[in-house]
């Protein structure tokens, strides 16, 4: 996220990374009347530039409780600038407060804040395929003027997650399934580093509990959590990424750089392709895109609009299927992108991935 002053005062709402939603407010202030009660907390030596004072950038933040970012400045922007760290936040009940010392007359200043990652609650039990999914806040859906979006990818909904949770950087793979399911339903085999393909939303279920059974068994599932489908709403929080461009690697309006990260319609030759062939978007997933369609909890049904704490959908007569297949355009692997299937039928183009998470007390309807 990035701020620039060459005004008086600037108000601003962080809706560009919006899974951070971190509003800011920069104004400068004359730190002499003040100067007293800030010294012992500044910095030694505040004295001195209380002398001199001058009207110096102050930054107000405001966000979700208990969220850290680091804040850094620069007299520049652009790919010479010198970025330099100004201070640590974690966000409370209040408002926060940072004062920019050395710009002090500044002609013009910028700022650009971090979010500082939580940390998982214990050790990942698998690092070679897990990869943890932080708790924020995200917009689900496409806005209006988004090229190729389709009319089931609305109203714009803000979505919170309270807490965070694992995905699996693959979708699961042949050989992940026959060991736990002992068949391949596949229709491109045998190819064990290949996505599954061809299983239904039940088998898909069926996995996933059975995948929970043998890795509590064996000791090595967190207490609290399970292996179990994402809901659309993580799916499209983990495929984004923190982004809002149409696909987690930017807009790509052209669809230059999409063969880097997805197997699609014109580069697959009809079939699947070992996973992680391809690159991952920034949290380190990969085949969101393309590979297979991914099937989701929860159901095919338009979004409720405003704001919606660990949402899953109400139940519609379809479940959802996220992300791109080998048989599809590159139009069709947005992030946003929906779409939905019977439950139980399948096809040689629609596979899965499991999260480990907190549980969702669903019916299979």
């Not at 500044?42 to 208990?66: C, H, N, Q, S, V």
């Not at 010392?101 to 990942?124: C, D, M, Q, S, V």
Request: proline share 8%; net charge negative; glycine share 10%.
């Amino acid at each position: 996220m990035l701020f620039g002053i060459t005004l008086l005062s600037l108000s601003f709402s962080d809706r560009m990374h919006s899974q951070d939603y971190l509003q800011v407010h920069i104004q400068f202030y004359d730190v002499r009347p003040i100067g007293e009660s800030l010294q012992a907390v500044l910095m030694p030596g505040f004295g001195d530039i209380l002398e001199k004072a001058d009207k110096i950038p102050a930054l107000t933040l405001r966000g979700p409780k208990g969220r850290r970012y680091t804040i850094e400045t620069s007299s520049t922007i652009g790919p010479e600038a010198r970025w330099k760290p100004l201070t640590t936040v974690t966000l409370g009940t209040t408002p926060s407060l940072a004062l920019d010392i050395e710009g002090k007359g500044a002609k013009a200043r910028f700022f650009r804040t971090r979010l500082i990652p939580e940390k998982p609650p214990i050790g990942n039990p698998n690092p070679e395929r897990l990869v943890w999914i932080p708790a924020g806040t995200f917009i689900m859906g496409s806005p209006p003027d988004e090229q190729n979006r389709d009319t089931d990818e609305q109203p714009l909904t803000q979505v919170t997650f309270t807490k965070g949770f694992w995905m699996d950087k693959f979708e699961v793979t042949q050989k992940d399934y026959v060991e736990i399911m002992g068949s391949n339903p596949s229709r491109f085999k045998p190819g064990e580093n290949r996505p599954v393909d061809n299983v239904t939303w039940s088998w898909a279920m069926e996995y996933c509990e059975k995948l929970t059974q043998r890795e509590q068994a064996a000791g090595r599932l967190p207490e609290g959590f399970v292996y179990r489908l994402p809901t659309e709403a993580e799916w499209e929080y983990a495929c984004r990424a923190g982004t809002t461009t149409r696909y987690s690697h930017g807009n790509d309006p052209e669809f230059k750089l999409f063969n880097d990260y997805a197997w699609h319609l014109n580069n697959s030759n009809n079939q699947t392709h070992d996973v992680g062939t391809k690159l991952p978007n920034p949290w380190g997933i990969y085949g969101l895109h393309g590979g297979v369609y991914e099937w989701c909890l929860g159901w095919h049904v338009f979004y409720p609009g405003g704001s919606v704490t660990d949402y899953i959908s109400p139940p519609g007569q379809d479940h959802v299927l996220r992300g791109g297949a080998w048989s599809d355009l590159p139009m069709n692997g947005r992030a946003a992108e929906r779409h939905w299937f019977g439950l139980n039928l399948s096809y040689g183009n629609i596979g899965f991935r499991v999260i480990l998470a907190d549980p969702y007390a669903l019916v299979s309807h």
